[in-house]
Every structure is written in C-alpha cells, then in structure tokens.
C-alpha cells in the first residue's frame, strides 16, 4: 500500500492562472447503503410540490444509478406536522402532537404492503433485486409522499426529521444502517418552527404578536441586523436566533446528526424552501398586525417564504449540505444536487467545479492537478499519486500505479466537468478508511 502514490507535487507553479481546489474526495472502496429520509411539508398549497417531487423521484432513482448502479436503499417519508401540545382547542387545523414525527408507514396507507415502516429496496448476492414489498419503487414512494394539505401551519420539519431518526433508532426499526450514507431532503413552503416551548402557539402569549404563524415563527427563531423585528420594511443578515426562549437552536439539530453520522461523508443534506436571502416584513392594512412578506413566487405563482433557518441547517454540513430555491430550480434541482452529493459519499471520482484548460496551444484538455492518497483521519498520511505517461494504454505505464483524467461518460454525465479521475495498474485493495483526493488547477 505504502508503494502505491509516491510521486512528488508537481504543478505549474504560483503565477499559472486560476486556484487548486478540490475536485474529487471518495473512498478508495466503493460503498452501497443509502437512507433517505423526506421530510414533507402538509399543509395547505403544497399538495402541487407533494405531486411534484413524486414524479421527479424516478428521475432521481435514474441518476443515482449511473456508473455503478442503484444503491442498496431505505425510503422514508415524514410530515411537518408535530402539533401545538396544550393549545390544539385555540390553533385551527392543528392537534395536539401531530404526526409525532414518525415515518408514515407505506402499509397503512395503502403505498405499498410491507409490514416496515419504509421502503426497502436493494441488491442481492447475485446482482437481482430485493425489495420488502411488490410493485414499483417510483410509484410507491410517489404515493408515500402525497401526504396532502391539512397539516398544523406551525411547521416543524427539523424536530420531525429528529424524531423520526431517533425513534428509528431507538426501536430498532433498521431504516438508519451503520454503514449508510444517510440522506434528508426538506421539502417545504415556509420555515423551520421547531418549538421547545409550547407557549409559541398559545394565541394569547404575552409579548408575541397575534399575526400568522409565519411571522411568530420568524420572531422568535430569527435574528437580522439593522431596525427591531417590529419595523416594516426588509431585513438583511438574517440568521438562526441561537437562543430563542421558544425555538429549538438549529445547532441542536446539526449536533443530533453529527452524533449519529460521525463521518462526514455518510450525512447529506438538502433543503428545498423560499428563497433565504429576500426577508421584509409589512403590516397588515386590514387588522395591522405584522406579516412575513413571501420571499417568491414560482412559475405557477405559488409562494414560499424565506427558509432562513433551514438554509443554515443544511449549510452547516459544508461540502454535503445544499439549499434550494423553491422558486429558482425547484424540486428539480434539489434532487439533481442531492443526487450529486449521494454519489460523490458513495465514491464517485467524477471531477466537481470549473476545471481550467491550462495550455490552450495543445490538443485537447491539459489540466493541472495532484493526486493522493490519506487516511480518512490522518491527514499527514497523504501520499501522491502519479500521472499515467502511457496514453495509447494506461496500463502499461513506465510507473504503476498511475492515474489518469478523462471522459467520464454516463456517469458523469451531470457533472460540469464530464471528467473522471481513475487510477491504474493497482494490484491490492488500498487500506480501509482510505481516500482518494485530486486538486486541480480550477477558475477562481
């Protein structure tokens, strides 16, 4: 193994133009297990986006399954809805828990006949497929997340997606597998409002406004500089508020999920929601009472409003983590990314980011980049890797191991790049909790 990448760093040097940056991070050993979790808002005007994402998921499927195939896969599916506790006699359309953030099991309603509370759906021994129900895996899961429009307005999408992790653990269910890449998707119109104290719905709280849910919500669990809460007009730098009197911190969540995937490879997040960055508050002319303001509106003029603190939830998680404008590209492209982001966990080499051309006199497409191997948790560990000298036949190189950089095909196909990293002429397995890594010369 030691043998394996020992050529020395060479580049073009510091006044070469653009920047090196990381294009490819994956485990020398391709993994299998995905679970995916969808957290799916149910209230009202969402039942076009539950119908939505349903028909996208095949495509979703089709993607995930470039290069090496479909993954080994757990589905589940949890609403919004984690009810107002003592307050459900004085906030219509809601109870008192909810759904309690547990998975909507496919059998009780009618999706699929299994007696789990997920969709499993994976390969056996001799590449054939093992699924614990009958029928389609797209259409299954399309009536899964139909979950329809009558849910509590005072979503709670990060306490459901704790939840329902939690008790999935805690039961025993089997959905979150040790050695999975764990996926959540948030799908919802308005923002997280996860409440530890239960005062936030009571209609007659002192010091909270009577306005819509929406904008208690952003009262309590956001901060934004400039002019108090109650100033009409819009806001700039908003933020989680880290220690709200009513709101659970988003940090609470993002620890919850570090605990339980310690790697950061194996937790993959994507918020769908209202565009974060367009916040205003106005006054209601009618009853004067404050009002979030929609942050956009899509093609079909459907709202959704600023998903400020959703947008931090999933930025926490960096390379793995992605928001989405409800508005901007949709549903579409929050499952494009995430998709990407399953794939690159699971072990893509596909090359990610504006790779430069560094020698535009010759043919074809010169790159300048470093390969290397490190152990996941040493990083000075790392040892380089050598270009392949032998393009005619990469295997018959002067010096192997050696890696080369090309078309990728299919499975890069949703890619910027369209490259892929491989490496040739390996003769043993590389140590577990290996990484492969390239850094190549990119646009700043």
């Known amino acids: 193994m030691a043998s394996a990448c020992l050529a020395p760093d060479v580049s073009l040097g510091e006044d070469a133009p653009g920047v090196f940056r990381e294009v490819v991070k994956t485990p020398t050993q391709l993994r299998n297990q995905v679970d995916l979790l969808f957290v ?9 986006r539950q119908e939505e994402l349903g028909r996208l998921f095949g495509d979703m499927l089709y993607n995930l399954a470039l290069g090496n195939g479909l993954p080994d896969l757990h589905i589940g599916v949890v609403s919004t809805d984690m009810g107002v506790g003592p307050h459900s006699n004085a906030v219509s359309q809601c109870s008192a828990g909810g759904d309690g953030g547990m998975l909507m099991p496919p059998r009780a309603r009618a999706c699929a006949d299994t007696a789990d509370a997920f969709l499993s759906y994976g390969p056996d021994d001799r590449g ?11 259409g299954a899961f399309a009536c899964m997340s139909n979950l329809g429009q009558t849910g509590c307005d005072y979503e709670q999408p990060l306490e459901a997606m704790r939840s329902s992790l939690f008790w999935a653990k805690a039961e025993g269910t089997g959905f979150v597998r040790p050695d999975s890449v764990l996926g959540i998707v948030v799908l919802t119109n308005e923002d997280d409002c996860s409440a530890f104290n239960s005062e936030l719905f009571n209609p007659s ?3 909270l406004s009577g306005g819509s849910p929406n904008f208690r919500c952003f009262q309590t669990g956001v901060l934004c500089d400039g002019d108090d809460v ?13 220690n709200s009197d009513f709101v659970t911190s988003v940090g609470d969540y993002v ?15 994507t918020a769908i929601v209202g565009d974060p960055g367009q916040v205003a508050i106005d006054r209601d002319e009618k009853n004067m009472e404050l009002e979030l303001m929609v942050a956009c509106q899509d093609e079909r003029g459907a709202a959704a409003y600023p998903g400020i603190r959703l947008d931090a939830f999933a930025e926490a998680f960096a390379n793995t983590g992605q928001t989405t404008s409800l508005c901007d590209s949709g549903i579409a492209g929050g499952l494009r990314g995430m998709v990407r982001n399953l794939r690159k966990s699971l072990g893509t080499t596909c090359l990610e980011g504006e790779v430069l051309d560094v020698d535009l006199d010759r043919v074809g497409r010169q790159l300048d980049c470093r390969v290397f191997e490190q152990d996941v948790l040493v990083e000075q560990t790392r040892r380089m890797c050598v270009e392949c000298d032998n393009p005619g036949n990469l295997d018959a190189s002067s010096v192997l191991p050696c890696y080369s950089i090309q078309t990728g095909g299919e499975a890069c196909g949703d890619f910027h790049t369209q490259l892929a990293l491989q490496i040739h002429g390996r003769k043993e ?10 850094e190549c010369r990119v646009s700043e």
């Open 40 to 48: 799916v808002d149910n209230t009202e005007n969402m039942a076009e």
């Open 128 to 138: 054939s497929r093992i699924a614990n129900f009958d029928g389609d895996l797209a």
């Open 205 to 207: 709280a002192p010091g």
């Open 230 to 242: 109650y100033q009409a007009g819009s806001r700039d730098g908003c933020r989680p508020q880290p």
């Open 255 to 269: 620890e919850f999920l570090e605990e339980l995937k310690p790697n950061p490879a194996d937790r993959v997040v």
């Open 429 to 438: 397995l590389p140590a577990p909790g290996t990484q492969l890594i390239a």
